[in-house]
């Protein structure tokens, strides 16, 4: 950032949820949530559409009021505080600006409206509007704008309160995909270098991983998964959640025992596998063994018989990416989806009938609960 779009950290507020339910009539859209977005990190609400995600955003924002819970920022209630008093940015996908109205004018409306200065009024709006890049911008109008520049005008408007928390509901849903990712980056620094707590709501797997220091997986009104995104990813605690991050195979299997750290499975076929990855699961209990594609080695021919954590079968098609190419395998009953860097491809690269076998570690070989 250029030192004139320089400003002061804001001391970005913890933001608690503590048994939130939202009930309509006897439909129950969001049950029982308790989740924490600590003060400066950006926290992912991520879920297919109708999980209740944006229920539990507009909440927060006092847009919706909760038939049962508390919400505090910094252990402050706030549940039945009106919107205007929660110092929150809000940012949605509809940026809402006014059309008749410049973009400095954009910025600098809510400020005007809550009776700060002429001069400091205009000297934070073009502030904000230096830190999203849009300085010379100022006289322009919305319909002059580009759709990445109109939610750059979003973003400022947003972020000129010099608010606590900023709320983003799929605020990148109309941009490209170019944009999206270019804006997402952009987004993650620009809060970082605020201090803001940034609560998103998203259905884009991808951008979670990318913005968020803290992902609340979410189903049928209720939190999946709340961790770290590695952890998320890495070491996902259910089917739903190793499928819904990312691209998994997966394999029903039976826990045979546990020695030191490492788990022993076996499939109905018979196939052994092994797992390091912590489970809570015990022996003699159903689980599903979970596979990222890029945890996958291939090679040429077959494995030797009773070979822990492999499959050998049929390529059944290839797909090239660009960076990597991915090779579906034919194995009893199912395929089995491998992911190749390209730099890795060597004179013999998988080909559509050949005999190919998969192998990876004991370190990627997840185990899930069922669904």
């Not at 709006?125 to 759709?147: I, N, Q, V, W, Y």
Request: glycine share 10%; charged share 20%.
């Amino acid at each position: 950032m250029s030192k004139q779009a320089s400003t002061s950290k804001t001391e970005g507020g913890s933001v608690t949820l503590r048994g939130i339910s939202r009930s309509y009539g006897a439909n129950q859209v969001v049950s029982n949530i308790n989740l924490e977005a600590r003060s400066g990190e950006i926290l992912a609400l991520l879920g297919p559409s109708g999980c209740g995600k944006t229920t539990t955003l507009r909440m927060i924002a006092g847009l919706v009021q909760p038939t049962a819970g508390d919400i505090a920022i910094d252990g402050r209630p706030i549940t039945d505080l009106p919107v205007h008093r929660r110092n929150l940015g809000m940012l949605f996908q509809n940026y809402a600006l006014f059309p008749h109205m410049t973009v400095l004018e954009n910025v600098a409306f809510g400020l005007s409206m809550r009776g700060v200065g002429k001069a400091e009024t205009a000297e934070r709006a073009k502030r904000a509007l230096a830190l999203t890049h849009l300085t010379g911008f100022e006289d322009r109008m919305p319909s002059a704008l580009s759709g990445g520049q109109q939610q750059r005008v979003a973003l400022a408007r947003a972020i000129v309160y010099r608010p606590k928390v900023l709320l983003l509901d799929e605020p990148f849903g109309a941009l490209d995909k170019k944009l999206r990712e270019a804006m997402q980056i952009e987004l993650r620094l620009l809060c970082n270098e605020l201090g803001l707590t940034t609560i998103l709501v998203t259905h884009d797997q991808e951008e979670a991983l990318v913005l968020a220091d803290q992902i609340a997986v979410m189903r049928g009104g209720r939190i999946e998964q709340a961790a770290s995104a590695r952890a998320i990813y890495e070491r996902p605690s259910s089917h739903f959640v190793a499928d819904f991050i990312g691209t998994s195979n997966f394999i029903p299997a039976t826990i045979l025992g546990k020695q030191g750290d490492t788990t022993t499975l076996q499939d109905a076929s018979g196939q052994p596998f092994e797992s390091r990855v912590p489970t809570e699961l015990s022996a003699g209990e159903k689980a599903v063994v979970a596979i990222r594609p890029e945890s996958v080695r291939l090679f040429p021919g077959e494995a030797p018989c009773g070979t822990v954590n492999v499959f050998t079968g049929k390529v059944l098609r290839t797909v090239f990416k660009g960076q990597a190419l991915s090779v579906w395998l034919g194995i009893p009953g199912s395929e089995f989806i491998c992911s190749l860097p390209t730099e890795t491809i060597g004179v013999a690269h998988p080909q559509d009938g050949d005999t190919w076998t998969a192998t990876w570690s004991a370190e990627r070989t997840l185990i899930v609960r069922e669904q």
